[in-house]
């Protein structure tokens, strides 16, 4: 029975030295003290085989084992428990600086932040916003503009054609004919949309770009109107403190015609590379609404008068967000576009 009991000692030592885990050790448990099936039990119920003369010896080898035993699983279980619980809390802590997982948010494309920016501040001045169609007739996207069958100036504007009668309009001028048919005068109409010609792919020109254009009609309308229109525009457009100049230009549909420029938004009028050392930056094209226009749609330009203006868009939203290459606005790259 001694033998037995170091025999038991023995195996108890190597089980408890390979149970690594709270589950092996719960199981060496069940197997030394498990009430039914239990080694130590079983060695204590034999005891009362052990001859007298032995059984004081047996029996304190026996308690003594048992003492060990449990004293030492009580111990080991303890230890193990609390690795087993910091284990578990560095498996489960969330590590708080870690940068968040953010969904992406849409942005809106800077074309149409800039396209919205010039609605609102028309709209402010009581314009209505008529986006007019893409594709045209001869009728309004030249011949009621007053460009005559063979006026030279048809070759600037390089046309796609999409039939023998229709066409991609090449300026949102089309708008101003549409609107002095439908409605009568007073008229404040602001448009904003895309126009085709057919230019090479350039840096700083496209084939499809986007165009702004504004048409006031009324009684006793001069250029003074037109001119401080224009420059609260481009003030709220750009900064209050851009300056304007008025050059003389040439349009079919307005008489007298101008250019205007502002101050370069770059160097504020000091002369850089952008702005080709001039101090300023040609922005839109304007004029007084020329009398046979108005006359094509059926208005008395001896009792009413207007001016219209035009300008791109994208070239505005290259300059505000300095952008170097058109293409930029047309590519549709994400991580471009997110940046706005
Ligand atoms: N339609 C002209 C262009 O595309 C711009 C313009 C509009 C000029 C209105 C005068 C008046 O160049």
């Given at each position: 029975?001694?033998?037995?009991i ?23 448990r ?8 239990g080694?130590?039990?079983a ?6 085989e ?33 690795a ?47 986006p ?43 708008v101003q ?5 439908s ?93 080709s ?18 006359r094509n ?43 706005f």
């Amino acid at each position: 029975m001694l033998d037995e009991i170091q025999k038991a000692s023995a195996e108890f030592e190597s089980a408890l030295a390979a149970a690594t885990t709270s589950r092996a050790l719960d199981e060496l448990r069940l197997r030394y003290f498990g009430r039914k099936e239990g080694l130590v039990p079983a060695l204590f119920s034999r005891l009362k085989e052990v001859p007298k003369e032995q059984k004081k010896d047996v029996g304190d080898a026996l308690n003594r084992f048992r003492d060990h035993a449990e004293a030492i699983l009580k111990e080991r279980s303890a230890s193990l428990a609390n690795a087993e619980a910091a284990q578990k809390e560095a498996r489960e802590t969330i590590d708080v600086t870690l940068p968040g997982r953010l969904p992406r948010l849409g942005h809106l494309h800077p074309i149409t932040i800039v396209r919205r920016q010039m609605e609102s501040i028309f709209s402010e001045m009581g314009y209505s916003i008529d986006p007019g169609p893409e594709v045209e007739t001869d009728w309004y996207n030249f011949e009621a503009l007053n460009f005559t069958p063979d006026h030279p100036a048809r070759d600037t504007q390089d046309t796609f054609f999409l039939s023998e009668k229709l066409l991609l309009r090449t300026h949102t001028s089309n708008v101003q004919i549409r609107t002095m048919e439908s409605f009568r005068p007073p008229i404040k109409v602001m448009s904003c949309g895309r126009v085709f010609r057919r230019d090479e792919i350039t840096m700083r020109r496209s084939p499809m770009f986007h165009q702004a254009e504004g048409l006031l009609v009324d009684r006793g309308i001069h250029i003074g109107h037109l001119r401080g229109t224009l420059e609260h525009f481009l003030h709220r457009l750009f900064t209050p403190d851009t300056k304007i100049r008025m050059r003389p230009s040439f349009f079919p549909f307005t008489e007298p015609s101008a250019e205007i420029d502002i101050s370069c938004v770059f160097c504020g009028g000091k002369g850089c590379g952008t702005c080709s050392h001039t101090g300023w930056m040609e922005i839109l094209g304007c004029g007084m609404v020329h009398p046979q226009v108005l006359r094509n749609v059926g208005i008395d330009p001896e009792e009413w008068s207007g001016f219209a203006f035009g300008m791109g868009i994208d070239r505005v939203a290259m300059l505000k967000f300095d952008l170097p290459n058109i293409r930029t606005l047309f590519e549709n790259d994400l991580r471009v576009l997110s940046q706005f």
